[in-house]
């Protein structure tokens, strides 16, 4: 089985920083979006990984060689993004008649990896939402089998909703039923939707069945990113090492502290992920995420996520900052 993962988007929602790093590469409970799903499907059994990449995609592919040169990974170029069916299509070449395992490169899922892949059905991650209109959803029957997908429905007949997870036995059939997108130019806001031509197989015949993960985590907005931040590092327990010398300062876990900070005369936690080579005195940090080689002086942070290479000095405040920028409060 071989898994592809859509990482083409521009992530709009979590400007500033993805002006200057992919989504998928934006840093979590000390680790990257894309780690998160790479790690789990490769402790699942696969081994072979195609990545579907366009903005920033140089950076995914440095990013995918240095951290996972045991796996063997290929690269497809996005240059347009119309559509994670058309996302999909471009691996086509690369996928044959192998059965593949769809990954979209914001979804961080806690779900038994090997049950889904080594179920004899096609299968689809789902959750119970409350507001199913901003998602894929799935029509549900009492045994489990999928009737029907629709893509973001303004009457929606479900509350479940797909959460981003799809292991396809019949990949012949599923491109078959992309292509016949594209003939007919069959679009649902704009775009080639995956969930179309998912429902397509399924009036062709293919039965789905719905796998409910146990916990799907938001990393699309910075609120919302910040929430997920916070209870992974609490299932976790955060990293900071043991024999940390860290002057003057306490450490309220969970927290994770990556290689190389150097943090002085601060109140550094709870719910707080810093990066690599980061520099932090006299500051308060909590409920935040802190990119790598950022420097941190005299502030007192909440709720905030701060890119890499950034330098923030004075005042207590509640900041959103990209990666490359200064910032100094008189």
């Given at each position: 089985?071989?898994?592809?993962?859509?990482?083409?988007?521009?992530?709009?929602?979590?400007?500033?920083?993805?002006?200057?790093?992919?989504?998928?590469?934006?840093?979590?409970?000390?680790?990257?979006i894309l780690s998160f799903i790479v790690d789990q499907l490769h402790e699942?059994?696969?081994?072979?990984?195609?990545?579907?990449?366009?903005?920033?995609?140089?950076?995914?592919?440095?990013?995918?060689?240095?951290?996972?040169?045991?796996?063997?990974?290929?690269?497809?170029?996005?240059?347009?993004?119309?559509?994670?069916?058309?996302?999909?299509?471009?691996?086509?070449?690369?996928?044959?008649?192998?059965?593949?395992?769809?990954?979209?490169?914001?979804?961080?899922?806690?779900?038994?990896?090997?049950?889904?892949?080594?179920?004899?059905?096609?299968?689809?991650?789902?959750?119970?939402?409350?507001?199913?209109?901003?998602?894929?959803?799935?029509?549900?029957?009492?045994?489990?089998?999928?009737?029907?997908?629709?893509?973001?429905?303004?009457?929606?007949?479900?509350?479940?909703?797909?959460?981003?997870?799809?292991?396809?036995?019949?990949?012949?059939?599923?491109?078959?039923?992309?292509?016949?997108?594209?003939?007919?130019?069959?679009?649902?806001?704009?775009?080639?939707?995956?969930?179309?031509?998912?429902?397509?197989m399924i009036k062709r015949g293919a039965s789905f069945k719905a796998f409910?993960?146990?916990?799907?985590?938001?990393?699309?907005?910075?609120?919302?990113?910040?929430?997920?931040?916070?209870?992974?590092?609490?299932?976790?327990?955060?990293?900071?090492?043991?024999?940390?010398?860290?002057?003057?300062?306490?450490?309220?876990?969970?927290?994770?502290?990556?290689?190389?900070?150097?943090?002085?005369?601060?109140?550094?936690?709870?719910?707080?992920?810093?990066?690599?080579?980061?520099?932090?005195?006299?500051?308060?940090?909590?409920?935040?995420?802190?990119?790598?080689?950022?420097?941190?002086?005299?502030?007192?942070?909440?709720?905030?996520?701060?890119?890499s290479d950034a330098s923030v000095k004075g005042l207590r405040r509640s900041?959103?900052?990209?990666?490359?920028?200064?910032?100094?409060?008189?």
């Amino acid at each position: 089985m071989k898994a592809i993962i859509p990482v083409a988007g521009a992530g709009a929602k979590l400007r500033p920083h993805t002006y200057t790093q992919p989504k998928a590469l934006i840093p979590i409970a000390g680790k990257t979006i894309l780690s998160f799903i790479v790690d789990q499907l490769h402790e699942g059994g696969i081994n072979e990984f195609i990545f579907v990449i366009g903005y920033l995609g140089e950076k995914i592919q440095d990013y995918v060689n240095f951290a996972f040169p045991h796996l063997k990974c290929h690269f497809v170029q996005q240059n347009e993004r119309c559509g994670t069916g058309h996302a999909i299509e471009l691996a086509k070449s690369l996928v044959g008649n192998d059965e593949v395992f769809v990954a979209l490169g914001d979804t961080i899922c806690e779900y038994d990896v090997k049950e889904m892949i080594n179920s004899p059905y096609n299968m689809l991650g789902v959750k119970k939402v409350e507001d199913p209109r901003r998602f894929g959803v799935a029509e549900i029957d009492e045994n489990g089998f999928i009737e029907h997908v629709v893509e973001k429905p303004s009457i929606p007949k479900s509350n479940m909703a797909l959460v981003g997870l799809y292991k396809i036995r019949e990949t012949e059939l599923m491109y078959s039923c992309l292509h016949h997108l594209f003939v007919q130019n069959i679009t649902t806001l704009g775009e080639y939707s995956l969930t179309d031509a998912l429902d397509f197989m399924i009036k062709r015949g293919a039965s789905f069945k719905a796998f409910k993960v146990r916990n799907w985590f938001d990393c699309g907005k910075k609120d919302t990113l910040l929430e997920s931040n916070a209870t992974l590092l609490k299932k976790s327990g955060g990293n900071v090492k043991i024999n940390h010398q860290y002057k003057g300062t306490i450490i309220i876990p969970p927290v994770s502290i990556a290689p190389n900070c150097t943090i002085s005369d601060s109140i550094i936690g709870p719910h707080v992920a810093i990066g690599a080579n980061t520099n932090i005195k006299q500051s308060i940090v909590r409920e935040s995420i802190i990119g790598s080689y950022t420097n941190l002086n005299d502030i007192v942070l909440d709720n905030s996520l701060i890119g890499s290479d950034a330098s923030v000095k004075g005042l207590r405040r509640s900041l959103n900052i990209g990666d490359n920028t200064e910032i100094e409060f008189g």
